[in-house]
């Protein structure tokens, strides 16, 4: 592929502000991830990781690490996780901490989309289960913090290199793909309900 | 050594399990792949198996999630290793989360502290049917967190009918499953309480993708309720497609006649099930979900 797209850290606004949902971007540069515990200890805590993620990106995700003896650790598997766990936490996370770009699997809701319309940030949706192909695209595990959460939950930081794909979930402008999706999910299925239900009334009579 | 001969068949099937997709979910989502006609649909289904072509070439855990682990056991009322068999689960998953390596997921009650060997109070979970013979049958599933959190169970009165089953699938499917990997394997449960659907919507998981009901009636409706979540398109990774499910399957129990319960467990694209069966002198054994 030629036309790929790559978004590189640090990220800033103008690099961003364009991308529209649906739009597939790669990343190259620093990513982190945070799942429900970090975002917990950010938000509820108000601790904060050293590896300043102003600019940067996170990934919601909790990987497979082999240790190394003596040479630092070895990314094995690591897709992402389901985003929507965070939404209770998610758009005061971006607000404290500066980040660019958020990645997960399947949308986020609301109060997110409407924190990356105030902080100009994006959620993106990496292809879920696909966490072979991820952990080929980590260059290398360069710090670990937050270990005391165990091997899923810590905060893992990496370098990446073309990481993706990146499908564009929610943008700048608040716009929600998943959201508008389920719009039409939900008049496709009562269409179908519809359809179905004359046909499963089994009684006895 | 009964106990060591154990171990280390049960790991090698945990090994299997995690790394590659059993013969049947493979084969239907090469299925629905050639049948998607969407861009990025199609582009997802590369994605996925790249992904399964490189987690075979480098073996490794195909999803970083391995889940918690969940044993189905068929027992011959006489194997001879039964009182060893509990134990010798417990061990194997220990040394698979080490040598595959699996993730460490399972979490101890109120103290939220991570094990890091995957065993724990209850965990792996293990569910016990004794039945004729003298071999073991043994099923394995690897609940991972993103299928597991659209699961639910509920008791209707019987006056909403199949009808309110259906809803009450659809609804579960639309609300929560567009974020657990779709396209997914849909396990539903009828029975009389809350635990019985739970449980029968999970066997009907473990029963293989492309498998038709023995009830014809039953039959009619996993096929119905598919072709009405198909029409709905919610496609791979819920990011829209030409279908939905890989397929629906209907395990029910006889009920009360006062109620009327549901229960709705899904599997994930990744849906990792392995499945062997072992001879009763440990002898031989064969993994009969992957070929």
Not at chain 2, 28 to 44: H, N, P, V
Not at chain 2, 88 to 110: D, G, Q
Request: proline fraction near 5%; aromatic fraction near 6%.
């Amino acid at each position: 592929m030629t036309d790929k797209q790559i978004i590189t850290t640090p990220i800033s606004n103008e690099d961003i502000s364009n991308l529209k949902i649906g739009d597939v971007i790669y990343l190259t540069g620093m990513l982190a991830t945070c799942r429900d515990d970090g975002h917990r200890r950010v938000v509820e805590s108000n601790r904060f990781p050293d590896f300043d993620l102003k600019g940067m990106s996170i990934l919601h995700a909790g990987p497979i690490v082999k240790t190394i003896p003596g040479a630092g650790y070895e990314m094995i598997s690591i897709g992402p996780t389901t985003s929507r766990r965070m939404e209770a936490y998610e758009s005061e996370f971006i607000e404290k901490t500066g980040v660019k770009i958020v990645i997960g699997k399947g949308g986020m809701g609301a109060k997110t989309a409407a924190a990356c319309k105030a902080f100009n940030a994006l959620h993106c949706v990496f292809p879920g289960g696909c966490a072979v192909t991820a952990a080929t695209e980590v260059e290398e595990i360069v710090g670990l913090e937050w270990a005391d959460f165990g091997m899923p939950e810590a905060f893992w930081i990496m370098r990446v290199k073309n990481f993706g794909p990146l499908i564009v979930s929610i943008d700048t402008k608040g716009h929600n793909l998943f959201e508008l999706n389920k719009i039409e999910f939900e008049k496709k299925k009562e269409l179908a309900l519809k359809n179905l239900l004359p046909h499963v009334h089994y009684s006895h009579g | 050594m009964p106990h060591k001969k154990l171990e280390s068949i049960i790991s090698s099937l945990l090994e299997v399990t995690a790394i590659k997709l059993p013969t049947d979910v493979y084969a239907s989502l090469q299925k629905m792949r050639a049948e998607e006609t969407q861009t990025l649909a199609c582009e997802l289904y590369s994605c996925i198996f790249d992904n399964l072509d490189k987690a075979e070439l480098l073996h490794r855990p195909l999803c970083q999630d391995t889940g918690v682990l969940q044993f189905f056991i068929r027992a011959g009322a006489h194997f001879p290793h039964l009182d060893i068999l509990e134990e010798s689960i417990f061990t194997a998953t220990k040394l698979a989360t080490e040598s595959v390596p699996l993730r460490h997921n399972t979490v101890e009650c109120f103290t939220e502290k991570n094990t890091g060997n995957n065993t724990g109070k209850l965990s792996p979970w293990i569910e016990w049917e004794i039945i004729p013979g003298d071999d073991l049958h043994i099923d394995v599933y690897m609940a991972g967190g993103g299928c597991s959190l659209p699961g639910r169970s509920k008791v209707l009165m019987p006056l909403e009918g199949y009808e309110g089953v259906a809803k009450f699938v659809f609804d579960t499917i639309v609300d929560w499953g567009v974020n657990a990997c779709p396209p997914l394997v849909v396990g539903v449960g009828i029975g009389t309480c809350a635990a019985t659907a739970a449980i029968l919507s999970k066997k009907a998981l473990l029963r293989k993708v492309g498998s038709v009901n023995a009830n014809p009636q039953a039959a009619d409706m996993e096929r119905m309720i598919k072709e009405g979540l198909d029409s709905i398109g919610i496609g791979p990774l819920g990011l829209t497609g030409t279908k939905s499910v890989q397929c629906v399957n209907i395990e029910f129990a006889g009920h009360h006649p006062a109620t009327l319960a549901v229960g709705v467990t899904v599997g994930c694209w990744a849906t990792r099930r392995g499945s062997i069966d072992i001879s009763a002198d440990l002898a031989s054994y064969a993994i009969t979900s992957h070929s």
